[in-house]
């Protein structure tokens, strides 16, 4: 979508829609933008208290003669409450009432907002409207035929200057790796498998020369003795991939920023086959595609900031080669690993990767996220992510990018005791224990790999695909994580 800044509102052109900003009041409604020129146009609608200016409310109407076809009325909801996520909120309705009604061209007026600078405003404006100019094209023929996804094509801002288009073009750059990552997870199993994700990686280097992308394929995977990638890849007939894309925007520092995204490209569950929610695991390479997404981010805002991007990508399927309950593998660390349930294999293809990073990119922070558990999901619902870290410092940075992008997360324990859950009679650490703190496991587990780096891990099973779409995001994959990740870095 292109966005046209307009100093005031008789400079506009023609379009299908002009959106007027309200802000909800005690005793109706008020227009969010000064103008006299507006108040008889809304007249009609306000009278009849057709429309009450709450968040997210939206409501056409039809006058003649004027520059446009229509007007849509936005609410804000009350101005005391007004934030920048709530501005993205109601640009994303604004943008999804487009949709319904197949408009292209639409005119925006900006709200003028006391409690907000200017420079939030527009970055509300921008990402709310571009975070919901998204649709998966799925493969619904009727959908197809008779009601086509029209996105959005062009939007004037009547209120922006010239010298807002640095705040437009982060929001677009930042929001082009989002919808990339949208893409990959939502993309079939079948067709986004960890080659495919390789080649995702290796496009990278080619539109960012500042990128460089290397791939171990399996031979490779075996020589360096990744003996948990290796079992979780095992009865696919594709084969596993083990990724790094590396972005160097501060070749002068020592600081390096390690991201690493769980990459299982569809999760059977193995020989502990699910019996629920294996329609979804299509999505359960979404961690990879987001650390590779916020590194493409980093690297078209020129960030300057070292990173890296790890995706140990695998399928866990099932079959006569699956890797087997009670067996004992060796992992990159050299610790062994007894597996009691092949469906907790995101935690090894993870170990495999943290160890690599640790041991040979010395990074001064370590990230990691997955889709880990369904207990996250029962423990926080569809929303939030969960974040586990053993550096105060690394999780108040998450803590403040979260409330910037307005990307839910909320702490979980790093409990070390139970590490009991973990214990193993065979090998030194067995790979999921009984029905107990399961968000939890997976940290404890990785916590085994990471030795002293300052570490955050991010279990997002809730909000990386949804079955409803919610707020701003789509339904199905939603590119979540990315922002964040951006806004972590920048926050360091
Ligand atoms: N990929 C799943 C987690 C998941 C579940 C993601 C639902 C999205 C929606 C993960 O590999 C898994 O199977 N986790 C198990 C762990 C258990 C076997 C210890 C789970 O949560 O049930
Ligand atoms: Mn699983
Ligand atoms: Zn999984």
New binding site residues.
């Given amino acids: 979508m292109e966005f046209i800044a307009l100093p005031s509102l008789s400079k506009r052109k023609s379009a299908d829609v002009l959106v007027i900003p309200f802000w909800k009041k005690k005793d109706g409604v008020d227009i969010a933008a000064f103008s006299k020129e507006l108040s008889p146009l809304v007249k009609e609608p306000l009278e009849n208290k057709d429309f009450k200016g709450d968040l997210e409310e939206t409501f056409f109407h039809y006058s003649k003669g004027k520059q446009e076809k229509r007007l849509l009325l936005l609410g804000l909801g009350s101005s005391d409450k007004a934030s920048v996520e709530n501005i993205r909120k109601a640009a994303a309705s604004a943008v999804r009432a487009c949709h319904r009604k197949k408009i292209k061209i639409a005119n925006l007026i900006l709200p003028e907002i006391a409690e907000l600078f200017h420079e939030e405003l527009i970055r509300g404006i921008c990402e709310g409207m571009l975070l919901a100019n998204y649709q998966f094209v799925n493969l619904k023929h009727d959908t197809l035929k008779e009601n086509p996804f029209v996105p959005l094509e062009k939007c004037s801002l009547i209120g922006m200057n010239k010298e807002d288009e640095k705040v437009v073009n982060k929001a677009k750059k930042i929001l082009s790796c989002v919808n990339e990552t949208r893409d990959l997870v939502n993309g079939n199993a079948d067709l986004v498998t960890p080659e495919y994700i390789a080649d995702y990686a290796r496009r990278l280097a080619k539109t960012h020369p500042t990128i460089k992308t290397t791939v171990f394929d399996k031979k490779r995977i075996e020589k360096e003795k990744m003996g948990l990638l290796l079992a979780v890849g095992r009865a696919a007939a594709n084969d596993p991939a083990f990724i790094i894309s590396s972005y160097k925007g501060n070749p002068d520092s020592k600081e390096h920023i390690v991201l690493v995204g769980k990459g ?1 490209t569809y ?1 059977t ?1 193995g020989l ?1 086959l ?1 019996t629920v ?1 294996m329609e ?2 299509k ?2 390479m979404a961690g990879g595609a987001t650390v590779l997404g916020a590194l493409a981010a980093a690297a078209s805002l020129g960030l300057k900031r070292n990173i890296t991007a790890i995706v140990p990508a695998a399928e ?1 399927a099932i079959g006569s080669k699956s890797y087997k309950l009670g067996d004992v593998y060796r992992s990159y660390s050299g610790k062994t690993v007894e597996i009691t ?1 092949t ?4 935690r090894l293809v993870l170990a495999d990767a943290v160890a690599y990073a640790v041991k040979n990119l010395h990074p001064t922070c370590l990230v990691d996220i997955g ?5 996250i ?1 029962v423990a926080l619902g569809e929303e939030m992510m969960g974040i586990f870290s053993n550096d105060k410092d690394l999780s108040s940075a998450f803590e403040k990018a979260s409330k910037l992008t307005g990307e839910m997360v909320w702490p979980m324990p790093l409990h070390l005791d139970y590490k009991k859950l973990l214990k193993s009679d065979v090998a030194d650490i067995k790979n ?1 224990g009984v029905r107990l703190a ?1 968000p939890i ?1 997976p940290a404890i587990f990785l916590n085994e790999f990471i030795g002293k780096t300052p570490w955050v891990h991010i279990d997002f ?1 809730g909000p ?2 949804l079955t409803k779409p919610f707020s701003y995001y789509p339904q199905f994959a939603t590119g979540i994580g990315v922002r964040l990740l951006v806004e972590f870095i920048e926050q360091l």
């Fill in positions: 299982v999760d569950g502990s699910k929610n979804l695991m999505s359960d866990n349930n469906d907790a294999e995101g889709t880990l558990t369904g207990g999901v999921s399961h496991q099973a990386a695909f």
